[in-house]
């Protein structure tokens, strides 16, 4: 059964510092290997707007982030992924994209296309009800093997 997940750069995410920093963030909990490189973490409202939706909505204020250990050919998680400097950004892009072809996942550019070049569809995916600082990358497909879970 294939599972598709959104693939955005963030670059209204306050991390530390109160500074925005621009990252890439995932949609969901990603299956497969990417999993391990993914960490959920609460970011701050960096608007009286994005509070307010953020207390509407208690998910929100988490985002799906991806750590930089995934470029790296060794992966020993940090205790703390909480640094800026720990997450992948507009930079490592086509990193992240090597990895997910390596790793067999698929990138779903009928989807992509579909919303990017349809001014309606593109706001409602971009801006994910919690302000206007997403941009979609594009849509990710991973076929799971039931076989594999038995």
Same mark, same amino acid.
């Given at each position: 059964?294939?599972?598709?997940?959104?693939?955005?750069?963030?670059?209204?995410?306050?991390?530390?510092?109160?500074?925005?920093?621009?990252?890439?963030?995932?949609?969901?909990?990603?299956?497969?290997?990417?999993?391990?490189?993914?960490?959920?973490?609460?970011?701050?409202?960096?608007?009286?707007?994005?509070?307010?939706?953020?207390?509407?909505?208690?998910?929100?204020?988490?985002?799906?982030?991806?750590?930089?250990? /995934?470029?790296?050919? $060794?992966?020993?998680?940090? @205790? !703390?992924?909480?640094?800026?400097?720990?997450?992948? %950004?507009?930079?490592? =892009?086509?990193?992240?994209?090597?990895?997910?072809?390596?790793?067999?996942?698929?990138?779903?550019?009928?989807?992509?296309? /579909?919303?990017?070049? $349809?001014?309606?569809?593109? @706001? !409602?995916?971009?801006?994910?009800?919690?302000?206007? %600082?997403?941009?979609? =990358?594009?849509?990710?497909?991973?076929?799971?093997?039931?076989?594999?879970?038995?």
């Amino acid at each position: 059964m294939p599972e598709t997940s959104i693939f955005s750069l963030q670059s209204d995410i306050i991390l530390e510092k109160q500074q925005y920093v621009p990252v890439l963030s995932i949609s969901q909990e990603p299956t497969g290997p990417l999993r391990k490189y993914c960490k959920l973490v609460h970011v701050r409202a960096n608007s009286e707007f994005q509070q307010q939706q953020q207390q509407k909505n208690s998910t929100s204020s988490c985002k799906w982030l991806i750590s930089k250990q /995934l470029c790296r050919d $060794n992966f020993c998680a940090p @205790s !703390n992924w909480n640094h800026s400097t720990d997450w992948m %950004g507009p930079d490592e =892009i086509t990193d992240l994209f090597s990895y997910l072809v390596d790793h067999r996942y698929e990138i779903d550019h009928s989807m992509t296309k /579909l919303i990017t070049r $349809n001014p309606e569809l593109r @706001s !409602n995916a971009s801006s994910g009800g919690g302000g206007g %600082g997403k941009k979609l =990358i594009c849509f990710v497909r991973r076929s799971v093997d039931v076989n594999q879970c038995i």
